[in-house]
């Protein structure tokens, strides 16, 4: 099997966010779409969906991967996950705009390399 990196998965949990903003769907699409520039990603497709009684999903198709945002009001916690792939893009810069954008109190990252021979470690930050 070849040593081929295929990309890097960045998988990021924010905890003690605002739940009013947790629950404002126009504001998780516009984190999704600043997070895709701060990565040096081509956002080509951005879906989203409000939830009822509370909580929103955004889904950006990137030329690079993807990104995936998903908010619990009522527990002021969002779930992120992007995976990149390409020379330029760069998720971390995204996940630094994502932590302040959301007024996170505290957040995990969890970093994967993505492909045949990749590492099996993980990075935790």
């Given at each position: ?11 990021l ?6 739940g009013?903003i947790?629950n ?5 699409r516009?984190?999704l ?6 990565s ?6 951005l ?29 002021n ?5 992007i995976?990149?792939?390409g020379?330029n ?10 932590i ?14 993505r492909g045949?021979g ?8």
């Amino acid at each position: 099997m070849a040593d081929i990196r295929a990309g890097i998965h960045y998988i990021l949990e924010l905890y003690g966010c605002p739940g009013d903003i947790l629950n404002n769907e126009l504001f998780v699409r516009e984190a999704l779409q600043e997070a895709s520039k701060e990565s040096l990603s081509t956002l080509l497709k951005l879906s989203s969906h409000k939830f009822q009684p509370q909580g929103v999903t955004a889904l950006g198709l990137l030329a690079e991967s993807h990104m995936s945002i998903h908010t619990w009001p009522e527990l002021n916690y969002v779930a992120i996950d992007i995976f990149t792939c390409g020379e330029n893009a760069n998720p971390q810069p995204a996940c630094e705009y994502l932590i302040k954008h959301f007024a996170a109190r505290e957040h995990h990252r969890l970093v994967l390399s993505r492909g045949a021979g990749a590492p099996k470690a993980c990075n935790f930050t």
